[in-house]
């Protein structure tokens, strides 16, 4: 048994382990015991004083651009993660932080809803892996069609759920349906049912904030633009989140929104945990305006870009 270890022995196996990064698998075979008696021998040697872990956070926030934040925007949560030396270094700690957020909430989750792009890719793969059978991620837009990508939306939906060893719901249905009849009959149909049902019960989503230049680039919204966005001026777009369009004030448009398929506004706003994560500077404009809908709650951000922010919140005032 574990209790029966003395003390060397308890640090051999924990050496092999925190030391030499031998896998559980490995030091099982070199011992003779099984991988449930290593980790439990790790967890005596952890308990017994014989291991002391210290974890140094490398991380550095600037909590009053936090509290500004939160303020301004009435944010539940504002991370403002301090700059760092390089755009690389300041992009791969946004996208590492925003993971184990999400993560550390996700533990009290069943449902969690996430949308595409490089962004969401990113943190998914930041994520660790665990096992929750338990949890579901739901795609909570149609499909973009951007299929030249390994960000298409069901991809996105089936790594974040393999990481976790999860259940993925997909929606099979393109982002826009333009033919309103069509849309509305598409939305009654039981397998899409299903995923409305999901949206009722999120308890977390995680997205990041597009331009309309994103959509621009799409092979098939792109050409579809000025029927989507039929009656709008899209010189007013100030970006896209969740696949709808609003403007610097926060004004959603509705006639772009009613063309969309996917959770609703109102399901949306009663999920309690709204993730944006943003690490490009060139998005500051898109992202005052995606604040000011009120569909944010928790934002993941650096010092740059909130600096930019506030300057842009000035501006727009």
Same mark, same amino acid.
């Given at each position: 048994?574990?209790?029966?270890?003395?003390?060397?022995?308890?640090?051999?196996?924990?050496?092999?382990?925190?030391?030499?990064?031998?896998?559980?698998?490995?030091?099982?075979?070199?011992?003779?015991?099984?991988?449930? $008696? &290593?980790?439990? %021998?790790? /967890?005596?040697? #952890? =308990?017994?004083?014989? @291991?002391?872990?210290?974890?140094?956070?490398?991380?550095?926030?600037?909590?009053?651009?936090?509290?500004?934040?939160?303020?301004?925007?009435?944010?539940?949560?504002?991370?403002?993660?301090?700059?760092?030396?390089?755009?690389?270094?300041?992009?791969?700690?946004?996208?590492?932080?925003?993971?184990?957020?999400?993560?550390?909430?996700?533990?009290?989750?069943?449902?969690?809803?996430?949308?595409?792009?490089?962004?969401?890719?990113?943190?998914?793969?930041?994520?660790?892996?665990?096992?929750?059978?338990?949890?579901?991620?739901?795609?909570?837009?149609?499909?973009?069609?951007?299929?030249?990508?390994?960000?298409?939306?069901?991809? $996105? &939906?089936?790594? %974040?759920? /393999?990481?976790? #060893? =999860?259940?993925?719901? @997909?929606?099979?249905?393109?982002?826009?349906?333009?033919?309103?009849?069509?849309?509305?009959?598409?939305?009654?149909?039981?397998?899409?049912?299903?995923?409305?049902?999901?949206?009722?019960?999120?308890?977390?989503?995680?997205?990041?904030?597009?331009?309309?230049?994103?959509?621009?680039?799409?092979?098939?919204?792109?050409?579809?633009?000025?029927?989507?966005?039929?009656?709008?001026?899209?010189?007013?777009?100030?970006?896209?989140?969740?696949?709808?369009?609003?403007?610097?004030?926060?004004?959603?448009?509705?006639?772009?929104?009613?063309?969309?398929?996917?959770?609703?506004?109102?399901?949306?706003?009663?999920?309690?945990?709204?993730?944006?994560?943003?690490?490009?500077?060139?998005?500051?404009?898109?992202?005052?305006?995606?604040?000011?809908?009120?569909?944010?709650?928790?934002?993941?951000?650096?010092?740059?870009?909130?600096?930019?922010?506030?300057?842009?919140?000035?501006?727009?005032?």
């Amino acid at each position: 048994m574990v209790e029966s270890y003395d003390n060397s022995q308890l640090a051999d196996i924990a050496r092999d382990y925190y030391l030499s990064k031998l896998p559980i698998t490995q030091i099982s075979q070199k011992y003779n015991l099984s991988r449930y $008696l &290593i980790a439990k %021998a790790l /967890e005596e040697a #952890e =308990a017994s004083g014989v @291991v002391h872990i210290s974890i140094k956070s490398s991380v550095k926030r600037n909590n009053q651009l936090e509290t500004n934040l939160r303020n301004l925007f009435g944010l539940k949560e504002a991370f403002v993660l301090k700059d760092r030396d390089t755009t690389s270094h300041d992009n791969e700690q946004i996208v590492d932080f925003a993971a184990h957020q999400i993560q550390n909430y996700s533990k009290a989750a069943n449902e969690i809803g996430l949308t595409w792009g490089t962004t969401v890719l990113d943190t998914i793969v930041h994520f660790d892996e665990i096992k929750r059978p338990d949890l579901s991620f739901v795609q909570l837009a149609g499909m973009s069609l951007r299929t030249d990508t390994p960000h298409a939306n069901y991809s $996105l &939906i089936q790594r %974040a759920a /393999e990481k976790f #060893e =999860a259940k993925s719901y @997909v929606l099979p249905i393109p982002l826009y349906i333009l033919n309103q009849t069509a849309h509305d009959l598409m939305e009654k149909e039981p397998a899409i049912e299903e995923l409305h049902k999901k949206y009722q019960h999120l308890d977390l989503v995680f997205t990041g904030v597009g331009t309309l230049a994103s959509m621009e680039s799409n092979r098939v919204w792109g050409k579809l633009q000025d029927q989507i966005f039929s009656g709008v001026d899209q010189n007013k777009v100030a970006g896209m989140i969740f696949g709808r369009a609003y403007d610097i004030n926060g004004q959603i448009f509705e006639s772009v929104e009613a063309k969309l398929s996917g959770i609703k506004r109102e399901d949306l706003l009663n999920t309690p945990i709204r993730f944006a994560i943003v690490k490009n500077k060139f998005k500051t404009h898109s992202l005052l305006g995606a604040l000011r809908t009120h569909l944010i709650t928790h934002l993941v951000i650096n010092e740059a870009i909130a600096n930019k922010l506030l300057q842009e919140a000035e501006k727009f005032n």
